[in-house]
């Protein structure tokens, strides 16, 4: 049985902060989940998959964000509670149904969690979601440890239930991937199936209704405003007259400086969980007390703006600082050493901070396309197939952006999940090189569709790879539509990929296998002959990683190069893959080897080397 539904009343877990908000959820007493993968939230809706074999949880992996929104909704909206988790870009895919979900409201508690990814670890971006609960009208919750990720999933449940409003629980990566004790409370039962009843003049929001919800609406922040006053999430620590306002993730970086400076006597900490609806009174109280306030807060000034209105408005003229070149970037995450320098400077202490020196010579260690990923050999032939003539190469989201960097240099634009096609389209209308766009499977499903049908409306002249490998590989090998490889077997695809894209209106389809690096060539080359339409490259093969860990199946066949190997570099210069190894011995004489432990035996290095004889022996 899972280990998050076999742990004890009262014991003391050591939990990543996204196993501790399952546990909140399933202490809450959740019945419907759902999700869109994305780190940093993935693990969250991996647990709750897990846990709904094993439970009459109901849990999906939806095909977006917008759509697991939408899904939940209905499901709060019949009297269930249930969570719907995406990291920090993937609510701006469900943005659109989030505004006028804070109009109509929920029946069951809602949570929604946005896992925002300060520094960009996995991500396109680094915006800073706060503003989305403002922007909506919803109230927000930030946890700074993995205990109070759990308390405050549970405690959300509860708060959206009895104002009848979605709750934001806002989180970033230092919190979802980073483990700390958490005590557990008990285990809640769902409630089984919902009813819904029927209120088209509430959950309808023609203009008519919309308007009378949002004045509703409102009335809700004024008191969540209040519960934002006296939440338990939101206390005064320590003593003394400076003052320090922080949430979230910071808040252990400021009380680690504190302890060092030895100043907790001479401190004030305004710890922030319940950040919006802004808890102004509380703060108001807090600054009056302290003759100066730094604010501790990663990326924008979200409480830092909200403290100086209200400081204002209360015709206070109190030093208020945060945000600055001189104290704390808006840029990327905080460290232990940021805060400790800010705090400083802020508070005029002396501290030196360490000096960490790094070797200029160590060598730099890109991202890279794991050996054997047919995502490789599809940029390969595509290379290849277009020769000297080269094509702009708009790129999407997943694995396969990793075909940036030379060799392979086919990710030329990115935007957002999906952006390959439908800027294909722009790029294709806008100038006169030929594009190629790539975008993986679960991406294609999740956004591509919409922008293939656009292109065949609008009579765009593009070619679009789909790399399906047969899962949601980047982050963590998830399902979607089209999977056909399962822990059961194989099965036919509950969406048919090429099915998909006729019926998109697209006439010019191919299917290949990358694997097989002359027939794909061919292929790519007679479809692109004409280049005028929008043509389709299905380049099928499955994630190796993934098929391992599904078959169970231990790879029997490795390559390597004998010593008919003269050195022509293709295999490095044009596939790059990461097996092979550029050497020099004792006698400075250059040579190249396979290392058998990553080789995948796809055998993509035999087919495009001609003086190579890479020869198959046993692993």
Known sequence: ??????????????????????????????????????????????????????????????????????????????????????KHVGLNVASDALMTLAYVGVKGGMVIVSADDPSMHSSQNEQDNRFYARFAGIPMLEPANSQEALDMAKAAFSLSESYGIPVLLRTTTRINHSRSVAEVGTLQDSRGD????????????????????????????????????????????????????????????????????????????????????????????????????????????????????????????????????????????????LVKSAVARFFQLDYEPPRVEMSSDLPQRPPNLCAGCPHRASYYAVRQALGEVGAIYPSDIGCYTLGLLPPLAAADYLLCMG?????????????????????????????????LINAVQNDHNFTLVILDNGTTAMTGQQPHPGVELTAEGRQPPKVDIKALVRGCGVEQI??????????????????????????????????????????????????????????????????????????????????????EHLCSGCSVCKQICHAIRAKKKSA
């Open 194 to 337: 919902g009813s819904f009843v029927k209120d088209p003049l509430n959950l309808v929001p023609v203009p008519m209704v919309a308007r009378r919800l949002h004045i509703e609406q409102l009335e809700k922040l004024k008191k969540l405003r209040l519960e934002a006053d006296s939440s338990t999430f939101n206390r005064v620590e320590g003593q003394g007259s400076w003052g320090i306002v922080t949430s979230g993730v910071s808040y252990n970086y400021v009380m680690d400086a504190i302890r060092e400076f030895n100043i907790a006597d001479q401190v004030q900490v305004l710890k922030l969980g319940m950040t919006y609806p802004f808890p102004q009174a509380l703060c108001l109280e807090f600054i009056e007390k302290v003759k100066k306030v730094l604010v501790v807060e990663e990326l924008e000034p979200f409480l830092e703006d909200m403290i100086k209105v209200a400081a204002q408005e209360q015709g206070l003229t109190i030093e208020i600082k945060g945000k600055g070149d001189e104290l704390l970037p808006r840029y990327f995450e905080f460290d232990p050493v």
């Open 419 to 451: 952006s390959s096609v439908s800027s294909a389209g722009g790029f294709s209308k806008a100038q006169d090189q030929p594009v190629v766009a790539f975008i993986g499977d679960s991406t294609f499903f999740h956004s591509g569709v919409t922008g």
């Open 510 to 595: 191919v299917v290949v296998n990358p694997l097989q690096v002359e027939k794909t060539v061919a292929a790519i080359k007679e479809i692109m002959a004409d280049r005028s339409g929008v043509k389709v490259v299905i380049s099928k093969s499955p994630c190796p990683l993934f098929e391992r860990r599904i078959t169970g199946k231990k790879q029997k066949v490795v390559f390597r190069v004998t010593n008919e190997c003269d050195m022509c570099r293709r295999c490095l210069d044009e596939l790059g893959c990461p097996a092979f190894t550029y050497c020099e011995d004792e006698t400075e004489c250059a040579f190249i080897a396979i290392d």
């Open 1 to 86: 049985m899972h280990e998050l539904l076999t742990a004890q009343s009262g014991s003391k877990k050591l939990l990543l902060g996204n196993e501790a908000i399952v546990r909140g959820a399933l202490e809450a007493g959740i019945s419907f989940a759902t999700t869109y993968p994305g780190t940093p939230s993935s693990e969250i809706g991996d647990n709750l998959y897990q846990i709904s074999q094993e439970t009459d949880l109901y849990f999906e992996y939806s095909v977006n964000e917008k759509v697991a929104l939408e899904t939940a909704a209905a499901a709060s909206t019949s009297g269930l509670r249930t969570m719907c988790s995406m």
